[in-house]
């Protein structure tokens, strides 16, 4: 009896008591989903409600009047957000830095993640510890120094002028060039890595092919090179065009006054001005924004984390 | 895979000497000018170490340092934990329910805006303090949070390339001969995922130690880490005594990662001499 019963008991608690598989599933899975998903939630909620002094300083969407729960909607921050031409032309410009960087940074890393492909082994090695080293230092440190190079009285102008090639310092730092220098700068080892696995993948018989039939050097990598490289490309690339369509420290420390950036924008509104709201429709309309791109990306990733 | 052509142009020579000497241009100018006599910074006056004193001497400064490797330290540790787990379930669970959401949280945080996160989770970390006594103060538990769940998605990303080349054939055997999954994962699969589980430690360590946007939205007035000590005294101009830390940073990350890349070099030839003698008997 008292076997039976302990048994039923052991049952219904294994029963009860979730497996090992689901346990390894659910402790990454509930956190993720509470402090990555959930608050994306919680941003799109308070872009409906207003400012106001108070803390914290937004009203509530659902208030209790004559015993009915009433659910209040302000569409007055996303009306603002296309009344104000300030927002539209900062996500404008925002996306248009975002595309050149991404597209120097592709111009760049190619043919970097290229040679060290065709290194030696050893070598092959030792430049890709070379090229992620410096992400390893403090980014905003590395931001800083290019304050120090592209100053007027900078490293930079110091060795044009004293080389003579130029008489007066070129002003480069709060312009958007510094800032197209800054993020290519910093994004540049994201575009390099998966470029190089991708060009490892490649079946270098192909482009022997290509050559010994008469293809010039263009021809092989647009015909061969760029077709097989797809995937790394477009990896690449999304790793520098989403977080440089946000990007708040490079603009904020080298761009210029006109250099508004939806990045800024948004901590501008959140800091300065305290209108929460506000910088949660921004936040609401940048990743509605970016949705394709990131579900781009997700697509790749996911595969290449799954394969093998 | 093997038939990768080895060129040695000089056209291959010189796009690698162009683009390491941009990304380590600002580096090296960091090094020089932090042995510069002179306030000015980018003006030469003589060689000094002044600015290394000075830097000891700041309190803010020091106190931000101490809270970073503190709050570095945590986050790498619990993210090494949840990220091992995200990547066993993402190489070696074929399907489940939720497979989409979950792929999606752990490959979103890698490419999603700073400023998008640290908003989005502070207003969380204020909807839960209004229900929970434990997040209406913001702090060190708060950037952790933060820290933990973006770290997480790079970690999982280091450990499942690592366990996708894992020969699963192995432990398959040992279940085979009965030992329990968890004996398996503790003898078998974890001293094999080990250098990969150490590489997303010190990832996620550096990434914490870096982060300045959303540790700004997420902080409250207990905590200053030294990303924001930085950027206030770098918002107001470049100063010396940043240079010596960055130089100080510079120094500790090459020297950490030469030891790192010399200990998994000498792992590697001590795994392919096993191989050949192993398959000489």
């Not at chain 1, 402090?35 to 939630?41: D, E, I, T, V, Y």
């Not at chain 1, 061969?224 to 977080?243: D, E, N, Q, R, W």
Request: net charge positive.
């Amino acid at each position: 009896m008292t076997t039976q019963s302990s048994a039923k008991l052991k049952k219904w608690l294994t029963r009860l008591t979730p497996s090992g598989r689901c346990a390894i599933l659910a402790v990454p899975y509930f956190w993720l989903f509470l402090f990555f998903l959930m608050p994306f939630f919680i941003v799109f909620k308070i872009s409906f409600a207003e400012a106001v002094i108070a803390i914290p300083p937004y009203t509530q969407l659902m208030t209790m009047a004559e015993e009915q729960v009433q659910i209040l909607l302000n569409l007055g921050n996303y009306a603002y957000l296309i009344e104000d031409s300030l927002y539209i032309s900062s996500y404008l410009q925002s996306v248009r830095i975002a595309s050149i960087s991404t597209l120097l940074c592709l111009v760049i890393g190619f043919p970097m993640a290229w040679a060290i492909v065709h290194s030696s082994p050893a070598n092959r090695n030792i430049l890709l510890m070379l090229i992620i080293l410096p992400s390893w230092t403090s980014f905003l440190i590395r931001v800083y120094a290019w304050i120090g190079i592209l100053k007027n009285n900078g490293f930079l102008n110091n060795i044009l002028m004293y080389t003579g090639i130029i008489d007066e310092p070129l002003r480069i730092l709060h312009t958007d060039t510094a800032v197209y220098i800054g993020i290519v700068y910093t994004y540049l080892p994201f575009m390099i890595l998966p470029l190089y696995t991708a060009l490892m993948r490649v079946d270098y018989s192909l482009v022997e092919a290509a050559r010994d039939l008469g293809a010039s050097t263009t021809t092989v990598l647009l015909k061969v090179l760029l077709p097989l490289t797809k995937a790394g490309i477009i990896a690449g690339s999304m790793l520098v065009f989403i977080p440089a369509v946000g990007e708040f420290v490079i603009p904020e420390l080298l761009g210029g006054p006109d250099s508004i950036l939806i990045g800024k924008i948004l901590w501008q509104e959140f800091f300065n001005n305290r209108d929460w709201p506000v910088a949660a429709a921004v936040a609401s309309v940048m990743l509605l924004l970016l949705m394709v791109p990131i579900m781009f990306f997700y697509r790749y990733q996911k595969r290449e984390m799954e394969a093998g | 895979m093997d038939a990768i052509p080895v060129y040695k142009t000089k056209w291959k020579w010189a796009i690698l000497g162009l683009g390491l000497s941009f990304l380590y241009l600002p580096i090296l100018s960091l090094i020089i000018y932090s042995f510069n006599a002179n306030r000015l910074v980018t003006v030469w006056s003589g060689f000094s170490t002044k600015w290394y004193g000075a830097l000891f001497d700041d309190a803010l400064l020091m106190n931000g340092i101490t809270l970073s490797l503190l709050i570095g330290f945590m986050s790498a540790t619990a993210a090494v934990v949840l990220g091992t787990l995200a990547a066993f379930v993402m190489t070696r669970y074929n399907k489940f329910r939720g497979e989409t959401s979950f792929a999606f949280m752990i490959t979103a945080p890698l490419v999603m805006p700073e400023v998008i996160t640290g908003l989005s989770l502070l207003l969380l970390f204020i909807s839960l303090g209004q229900v929970f006594d434990l997040f209406s103060q913001r702090g060190m538990l708060t950037i952790w949070i933060a820290h933990v769940t973006f770290c997480t998605a790079y970690v999982s990303v280091v450990v499942s390339s690592r366990l996708r080349e894992l020969d699963k054939s192995i432990e398959e055997a040992a279940m085979d001969l009965g030992a329990t999954p968890l004996k398996v994962f503790f003898v078998i699969t974890l001293p094999t995922i080990l250098p990969a589980i150490v590489a997303g430690w010190l990832l996620a360590f550096t990434l914490s130690l870096d982060d300045l946007v959303i540790a700004s939205f997420v902080s409250g007035p207990s905590a200053t880490t030294l990303p924001m000590v930085v950027f206030s005294s770098v918002r107001l101009g470049v100063s010396p005594k940043i240079n010596a830390l960055a130089t100080l940073i510079i120094g500790v990350v090459s020297v950490a990662t030469f030891i790192a890349w010399w200990i998994m070099a000498k792992a590697e030839k001590r795994r392919l001499q096993e191989l050949r003698t192993g398959n000489a008997k």
